[in-house]
């Protein structure tokens, strides 16, 4: 008979490491826009710093929120990215057919970082609860 594996043995999630291989890709994006596109610092930095917050930390931190199980760094990485697009396009379409408010450059930055605060803030009130 074949012995069949429980779950027992399972990964431990290494998120500064998932972090910081994500920071090191938008960083590695940023200055590939640098040398071949010329564009200026700061738009690379804003590059960088918005791939994080767009693509990445509501998802991230949604998925740690609700969803607990075990992954492995991939699926959480995929999940993150996926959660997070999910997340922004709702929340923005949300504000625009609902409540009117027109999407412009200051409204989606305004609404992104709220949706990442309030999901930090959540994070924080059930993880010390």
Do not use: C, H, W
Not at 57 to 69: E, Q, V
């Amino acid at each position: 008979m074949t012995k069949i594996e429980d779950k027992s043995d399972k990964q431990e999630i290494d998120y500064k490491k998932i972090s910081i291989a994500y920071l090191i890709l938008s960083i590695i994006v940023s200055i590939i826009l640098k040398i071949f596109f010329d564009i200026e610092i700061l738009q690379t930095l804003r590059f960088a710093v918005g791939l994080i917050l767009i693509l990445f930390l509501p998802g991230f931190i949604t998925l740690n929120l609700f969803f607990r199980d075990v992954r492995t760094n991939l699926e959480e990485l995929v999940f993150s990215v996926l959660i997070s697009i999910m997340v922004i396009i709702l929340v923005v379409l949300f504000l625009n057919i609902i409540l009117k408010v027109k999407i412009t450059t200051l409204s989606s930055i305004i609404t992104v970082l709220l949706i990442n605060m309030s999901l930090f803030i959540f994070y924080i009130i059930k993880t010390k609860l």
